[in-house]
């Protein structure tokens, strides 16, 4: 059984992607655990070694390593993974909070600030502010001795259902 799988499982029928979180936290899923069932599936983010740490309302924690698949030229780690990272984490934030059923990324900006050169790093997200379709969150990743590195702000669309029947919907 996958990761999603197991939480959908524990949390019963649900009408957003906020209620799946609160249904499998109050199961005593450990939502974090979850999670990293999940990326250990996926590619990409098994392949950066992304993990989380803690999953709450609005807010994740994460870490990944620094091995030299993720490098550029220098020794420092991928532009690209780093937002690929702070992205994954603030969309998981984005989740805890969202009452539609679907999200997507409408912006996201990261300020590079140091050189990613001191592992394993870590990656804390938070939702700054939630409406109605948009929410913004932050997301600031830290070398091994607590350095600020990497700042990026983001804005997710949240896809409500709309259709009467409980459908899913993509207005």
């Known amino acids: 059984m996958s990761a999603w799988e197991e939480i959908m499982k524990a949390a019963g029928q649900v009408s957003s992607m906020r209620e799946l979180f609160i249904k499998a936290r ?19 983010f098994n392949f950066i070694g992304l993990q989380f740490v803690e999953v709450g309302d609005g807010i994740v924690k994460a870490t990944f390593p620094f091995k030299r698949e993720i490098l550029r030229q220098g020794g420092m780690v991928h532009g690209g993974v780093v937002m ?17 059923i679907n999200q997507f990324t409408a912006e996201l900006k990261v300020h590079f600030l140091e050189p990613l050169i001191n592992g394993p790093f870590t990656v804390e997200g938070r939702v700054i502010r939630a409406g109605r379709h948009l929410a913004v969150a932050e997301g600031r990743v830290y070398d091994a001795n607590g350095k600020l590195c990497a700042l990026g702000v983001g804005t997710w669309f949240m896809v409500k259902n709309n259709n009467k029947n409980g459908t899913n919907g993509s207005q």
């Open 26 to 44: 109050s199961a005593g899923l450990n939502v974090a655990e979850l999670m990293n069932k999940y990326l250990s599936t996926e590619p990409l």
């Open 84 to 100: 690929t990272v702070i992205d994954s984490v603030l969309g998981t934030a984005v989740m805890t909070i969202n009452d539609g």
